[in-house]
């Protein structure tokens, strides 16, 4: 069974980063489209960042500029740094393979911005 564990989740002030990491031991992320997602309170989960399986990278508008993807084949994780963050980006982030359309998901981690 292929389980994607996230982590870095937390509680962080406006205009602070954070970093998220997704790992996993059963998909090779080098060569596999990863997305990370987020839903929050009362809204639909929507794709922020992914990477497709030729390595390209893809943002949602409301991060441009804010939010990379990143990954480190080595340990066979992907990566979700976040700048410069609002309270808005408040929201359970998971990742999830592939990008589009997944069939994986993780299990999430919270991330609360304070204004």
């Known amino acids: 069974q292929v389980q994607l564990v996230e982590s870095g989740g937390g509680l962080v002030q406006a205009g602070g980063s954070l970093r998220l990491s997704c790992a996993t031991t059963r998909i090779v992320f080098s060569s596999s489209a990863v997305g990370w997602y987020r839903q929050a309170p009362g809204k639909q989960r929507e794709l922020v960042a992914s990477?497709?399986?030729?390595?390209?990278?893809d943002y949602a508008d409301s991060v441009k500029g804010r939010f990379t993807i990143s990954r480190d084949n080595a340990k066979n994780t992907v990566y979700l740094e976040m700048n410069s963050l609002k309270p808005e980006d408040t929201a359970v982030y998971y990742c999830?393979?592939?990008?589009?359309?997944?069939?994986?998901w993780g299990q999430g981690t919270q991330v609360t911005v304070s204004s």
């Open positions: 990477f497709s399986s030729g390595g390209s990278t």
């Open positions: 999830a393979v592939p990008a589009r359309r997944p069939t994986y």
